[in-house]
């Protein structure tokens, strides 16, 4: 059986062990991506560029982003600041490119690009996909993250592997 194969016959397995699952859903839960994005943003990284004309900063080589407990991590990392650019240092928005990694707790998300709008707590990313949360994995082409509510929504020729909770 192709891995394709073997992926179909454990979701359709997994879905008959869930009482009362849902074949379709729009959203997934994600209640350890849950933040507050009024935190302080911490950036650690190898080279920073800035650019006054358009208020951003170019962080690259090993960038490593921190927000309470929200970690994102790429090759390449762009803030762009709010109004007043980085003198008045309230970041609006970052966008992430090459090996992107974003964790909070046990739930992390993997893809080459992401882009996370500090003020709305939204986050979009992009090429190659992986969720995982606890034993469950999910794998697309995007990843849109609700941080305020706690939701996210997978898209792309979606494939996962869901793992029931057993009794003791």
């Known amino acids: 059986m192709t ?3 073997r992926i179909a016959t454990a979701v359709f397995l997994t879905v008959l062990a869930l009482p009362g699952a849902a074949l ?3 959203t997934l839960p ?3 991506f849950v933040h507050d994005s009024s935190l302080p943003v911490e950036i650690a990284a190898d080279s920073l560029t800035l650019d006054q004309s358009d208020g951003s900063a170019i ?4 960038v ?7 970690r994102m991590q790429a090759d390449r990392i762009a803030v ?9 240092g309230e970041v609006a928005r970052m966008e992430a490119r090459g090996n992107v990694l974003l964790t909070n707790g046990a739930e992390a998300a993997e893809a080459q690009e992401a882009r996370y709008d500090v003020s709305s707590g939204e986050v979009a990313m992009s ?9 469950n994995v999910l794998a697309g082409q995007a990843l849109r993250i609700d941080l305020t509510t706690g939701t996210a929504r997978m898209e792309g020729r979606v ?3 869901l793992n029931p909770r057993r009794e003791p």
Do not use: I, N, P
């Open 24 to 26: 379709a859903q729009a």
């Open 159 to 161: 494939q996962t592997v």
């Open 80 to 88: 762009f600041y709010a109004e007043g650019g980085a003198q008045g």
């Open 3 to 5: 891995l394709m194969g």
């Open 127 to 135: 090429g190659d996909v992986l969720l995982t949360q606890g034993e």
């Open 64 to 70: 490593e982003v921190a927000q309470g407990t929200l």
């Open 30 to 32: 994600f209640g350890g």
């Open 59 to 62: 962080f690259e080589g090993t």
